[in-house]
């Protein structure tokens, strides 16, 4: 993506989103004030045409913006609006002001919906935008978590199901938001590991470390690449792609965080401090919209169900 686009959503974020209004919306702060200053950077409506007033771009080129946000651990559905006001316009709805989740699945969790207005659902027949008043949000009860479970049932204008469904479209998302908090918390890493000194050296002179921080690093691009070539292939996201990519950066994800706290060592689980906020966030994410165990079993399954080989089947079905 160019600078000129990527740049100034990431000083935007810098300035409204630091980790201390993470820490502020876990803890039930206002949401309006934050979600307000986000909407008048206008990067809400990226992905919407330009016929309909939108940036017209697609979600290759926004991927790096989805990223971003997971940098930050931003809970706020953020991408999701993005997306779903896309599908909105795309269908002749005029999208809601407020945030809005992909509720890909009544099953589990849903993203960010503690902080959400509206939610567009997968009813499995049609995409129904309704209030998460007639929903009933209820809390997961993890601690920090602002996801929820959805038990109600959705009411609202309906619109067509793509292909697949919503749920590769919102595993890809997670997908974007798992390689930008894998992306910060190895730098975060690496600096703290050049800084610590213990027996008059820095840690990151050890060994042991040097290979952490190398396998974070390899994960970390890993993770880029697999966002961004699942991203590639647009809106809706084929369901292939979507598996893996959220297969990389699932697996990343864990081990990511465990290097993570590993090279902080106590610090890392401070509530002060900021690594626990990009960790918890990769959990989440990881399980969100399938986990990779899901995902495996998707694209095992549309392999074995392939009669081409191996090579041709992936040229073809993930790279496209």
């Known amino acids: 993506m160019d600078s000129d686009l990527i740049d100034p959503f990431v000083r935007a974020l810098d300035a ?65 609006t993005m997306v779903a006001r896309a599908l909105l316009a795309g269908a002749g709805i005029v999208p809601p002001d407020g945030p809005i989740v992909l509720a890909s699945s009544l099953a589990q969790p849903v993203q960010g919906a503690l902080l959400a207005d509206h939610a567009l659902v997968d009813t499995g027949d049609h995409l129904v935008l309704s209030p998460l008043a007639a929903l009933g949000a209820e809390p997961t009860g993890v601690h920090g978590s602002l996801a929820a479970r959805l038990t109600g049932t959705a009411q609202g204008p309906a619109l067509d199901r793509p292909a697949g469904g919503l749920r590769a479209t919102a595993a890809l998302l997670r997908a974007c938001q798992i390689a930008g908090a894998v992306a910060r918390l190895t730098h975060i890493s690496t600096d703290y590991a050049q800084t610590r000194v213990q027996f008059g050296k820095p840690i990151g002179r050890q060994q042991a470390l040097q290979q952490m921080l190398a396998v974070m690093a390899e994960d970390m691009v890993a993770c880029r690449i697999a966002a961004r070539l699942g991203a590639s292939h647009g809106l809706p996201v084929p369901v292939l792609p979507a598996a893996s990519a959220k297969i990389t950066t699932s697996i990343a994800a864990a081990r990511v965080a465990n290097s993570a706290h590993a090279v902080h060592g106590a610090i890392g689980i401070s509530a002060a401090g900021d690594v626990q906020l990009l960790t918890r966030r990769l959990h989440e994410w990881r399980l969100a919209d399938g986990s990779e165990g899901y995902w495996s079993g998707v694209l095992g399954a549309a392999r074995l169900g392939s009669g081409v080989s191996t090579l041709d089947w992936v040229r073809e079905a993930v790279f496209g």
């Open 16 to 80: 409204v989103a630091p980790f201390d209004a993470v820490r502020a919306l876990e803890a039930g702060g206002p949401v309006h004030p934050l979600w307000q200053s986000l909407v008048e950077t206008g990067y809400l409506d990226a992905l919407v045409a330009e016929s309909a007033g939108g940036a017209g771009l697609t979600l290759g080129q926004v991927a790096q913006l989805i990223e971003a946000l997971g940098a930050h651990a931003l809970p706020l559905p953020v991408a999701d």
